[in-house]
């Protein structure tokens, strides 16, 4: 089973700390990681596709959509200077956004001059242990990001 497939299951079984709310296409939860605080994911339900262009255009619209009610959420829940929309797919092929709150300076003197996207941020940094957030601090943050949610939906 694929890391997403396996995320997906816990949340079916009450079991992943991490989930906030199940959309129609997807389910919104908090990234393990929060160097860039805020950061969200939209993990599609179905894992047969693995191009956004595979799905039937109704669904692909309905998913577009919700992926930026979570980024709007996101970014009134948690505040940011911009927000960054990224598919990618290398990793994990099950269709999944990273949402990122983007601030001035969050990846220092990385990347080109301290601009650039956030995987030009060291691995070892970003997913450091002392950037999961603690239990409380989720709590938080997932009470904010479900009640930005529920204000646009
Ligand atoms: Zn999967």
Redesign the pocket.
């Known amino acids: 089973?694929?890391?997403?497939?396996?995320r997906?299951e816990m949340i079916k079984n009450g079991e992943n700390p991490y989930f906030v709310k199940e959309l129609k296409t997807g389910y919104v939860v908090i990234g393990d990681n929060q160097h860039f605080y805020g950061y969200t994911l939209f993990l599609y339900k179905n894992?047969k596709y693995t191009e956004l262009y595979q799905i039937n255009m109704n669904e692909r619209l309905e998913f577009m959509k919700e992926m930026t009610i979570a980024a709007q959420a996101a970014a009134n829940a948690f505040g940011c200077d911009k927000m960054n929309y990224e598919l990618l797919g290398m990793g994990?092929?099950?269709l999944h956004w990273h949402l990122y709150p983007r601030r001035d300076g969050d990846i220092g003197n990385y990347g080109n001059h301290g601009r650039g996207p956030v995987w030009w941020y060291p691995m070892e940094k970003m997913y450091a242990d002392d950037n999961c957030p603690k239990r409380e601090e989720l709590e938080h943050m997932k009470d904010k990001l479900n009640s930005e949610l529920e204000k646009l939906l």
């Open positions: 089973m694929c890391l997403i497939c396996e997906i894992h994990d092929t099950h």
